[in-house]
Nanobody
Framework: QLQLVESGGGLVQAGGSLRLSCAAS????????LGWFRQAPGKEREFVAA????????YYTNSVKGRFTISRDNAKNTVYLQMDSLKPEDTAVYYC??????????????????????WGQGTLVTVSS
């Protein structure tokens, strides 16, 4: 069982950067695949990025490739999302998630990813133009 707590959200101007953190409490953090999702006002929650138990195995949605970087520190039980070159359309509540299954197309489907094992409460990111 994991408990996830996000931090690092806030207000930033377009072109700026933020780093989100998601700290986990619980056992066996290193066997979990970890991901970031976001939900903008009036929209469905969508996949942003994920990292498998292998820190070099990462996935991104097309709209953030080259701008966002996901990483994990198993010694600190934490997953990060470095967000650079932020755009107003990145404004959303960002959630981290953890699951013991391998990353697959299920993660990218909002109707299926909702069933991932563990979710945080979210942190708000607002990008002003």
């Amino acid at each position: 069982q994991l408990q996830l707590v996000e931090s690092g959200g806030g207000l930033v101007q377009a072109g700026g950067s933020l780093r989100l953190s998601c700290a986990a409490s619980g056992r066996n953090f290193n066997v979990y695949a970890l991901g970031w999702f976001r939900q903008a006002p009036g929209k469905e929650r969508e996949f942003v990025a994920a990292v498998s138990w292998n820190p070099t195995d990462t996935y991104y949605t097309n709209s953030v490739k080259g701008r966002f970087t996901i990483s994990r520190d198993n010694a600190k039980n934490t997953v990060y999302l470095q967000m650079d070159s932020l755009k107003p359309e990145d404004t959303a509540v960002y959630y981290c998630a953890a699951d013991r299954t391998a990353i697959s197309s299920n993660w990218f489907d909002p109707g299926v990813s909702r069933y991932l094992e563990h979710w945080g409460q979210g942190t708000l990111v607002t990008v002003s133009s």
